[in-house]
């Protein structure tokens, strides 16, 4: 994983930076891992930002957050013309990647992420 913020893109920079504050209080954010297309720098004007939000202390309901986030992630649509799209990680869960339903999706995101 890099921790090089400055590889990432303005508009993917500004628009995660926007979307992370909008999460301080509501979640037990640890960090952030952008991962996919925008991580990769191969992405459209119209990929979306994949984010790993990775929280911190028990588990709690990943859908009800997904869905959360998505309302969050929509408006920061509306704010900047980049779609987030979140996933909701628990460190455990990344740090022991044959614990979460997809261990390939979290062995793609140690390889490829992008911390923020």
Do not use: K
């Amino acid at each position: 994983m890099s921790t090089s913020v400055s590889r990432i893109d303005p508009n993917t920079a500004n628009a995660a930076r926007i979307f992370l504050g909008r999460l301080a209080g509501r979640y037990p954010v640890d960090h952030a891992i952008l991962f996919g297309s925008r991580a990769r720098h191969n992405h459209q004007v119209d990929s979306d930002a994949d984010i790993a939000v990775v929280l911190h202390g028990p588990h709690g309901e990943r859908t009800n957050a997904a869905i959360d986030m998505a309302g969050i992630a929509f408006d920061v649509l509306l704010d900047t013309g980049v779609l987030i799209q979140a996933l909701p990680l628990w460190e455990d869960e990344l740090e022991h990647p044959e614990q979460f339903s997809n261990p390939a999706l979290i062995e793609n995101i140690r390889r490829e992420g992008v911390r923020l």
